[in-house]
């Protein structure tokens, strides 16, 4: 394999084509993904796209075969990505679906070594995510019942809907996915089918559990139809309902608040997590709760209450 140009030299216009070899091994790598680890389509599109960026890179720098990948390589595709303004979190994404991948390559046999093994990236910036304070969450979900009193079938279900995220945390994708009978009303738990086909069960509250009894009993059979299948929530039309279609519920609930930030669910996933801190849960139940692989993703919500706890010391202590 040859090198027909070292990192900064003249790169062309437009990424060259993986050769068949090298798309025959991202295939195979796509497939391990979905198989073998259980990842969403939608995570292996990202993965796939981190890793055809690299490769198209190496490429347009003379690296022809995946065995020639070396740690430089890998180093200055990251500092290209740096020099082109490219965000600290993205770069770290992508550095970390390379270890993935270049890992996954050595332990099948398709490189000698791994170059990526001594690669560093920069660390993701710890943004603190915005959450509703306890009080908008209950003004929120109290708009969503005098809504609910009008007794149209689609007020009724955005406030199981809210009802539930909010008392979960549940990702706004597992809910949408939901049938009728992950839903335990007397237990007052919701089975959840989450990232990397992991189930768990989660409990949720006496409000949550009055406002799905109410859209099972009185509301979800009129929107039953051909195309409704055993899907918990549904549209207007009978199809289960879409995940853009309860963002944008979110987004306009919370329109109506004047003084709440503009979330979508994951705002309130960030939200539940932070207030069950606050009162007191257990930093691994909390994990358990949110279905989080490591506690370290759990963490920054502890970041958010300590945030939150500062800012209200320095509003109403006189010496702060």
Request: aromatic share 4%; with cysteine; charged share 25%.
């Amino acid at each position: 394999m040859s090198r027909t140009g070292e990192p900064g030299s003249a790169r062309v216009a437009a990424p060259p084509a993986l050769s068949p070899g090298l798309a025959a091994v991202v295939a195979d790598f796509a497939r391990h993904l979905r198989s073998e680890r259980g990842r969403s389509e939608h995570t292996t599109r990202a993965y796939l796209s981190d890793v055809n960026h690299l490769l198209s890179f190496a490429l347009t720098h003379g690296v022809t075969g995946l065995e020639d990948l070396r740690l430089p390589d890998l180093r200055s595709w990251l500092g290209d990505q740096a020099d082109r303004g490219a965000a600290r979190s993205t770069i770290a994404r992508r550095a970390a679906a390379a270890r993935t991948f270049l890992k996954w390559a050595n332990r099948t046999g398709r490189i000698d070594t791994d170059p990526s093994l001594r690669l560093v990236a920069p660390r993701r910036n710890r943004t603190l995510p915005d959450v509703l304070k306890q009080r908008e969450a209950s003004e929120m979900l109290d708009l969503a019942a005098l809504r609910a009193d009008d007794a149209d079938p689609i007020h009724m279900r955005d406030r199981a809907i809210l009802e539930l995220l909010y008392a979960t945390g549940i990702r706004v994708g597992e809910l949408a996915s939901l049938d009728v009978d992950d839903l335990d009303l007397r237990d007052r738990t919701v089975r959840v089918m989450g990232k990397g086909a992991k189930e768990r069960v989660v409990p949720f509250g006496v409000p949550a559990a009055r406002a799905c009894e109410e859209w099972l009993r009185a509301a979800r059979p009129a929107l039953v139809g051909a195309r409704s299948g055993p899907a918990l929530f549904l549209g207007r039309r009978g199809a289960r309902v879409d995940p853009r279609q309860v963002r944008s519920l979110v987004h306009e609930v919370l329109s109506h608040l004047p003084d709440a930030p503009d979330l979508g669910p994951h705002g309130l996933r960030h939200s539940a997590a932070t207030h069950l801190l606050e009162g007191g849960a257990d930093l691994r139940m909390v994990q358990e709760v949110l279905g989080h692989a490591s506690l370290a993703t759990t963490q920054i919500y502890t970041h958010v209450s300590v945030d939150r706890l500062r800012k209200s010391y320095e509003q109403a202590h006189p010496r702060a």
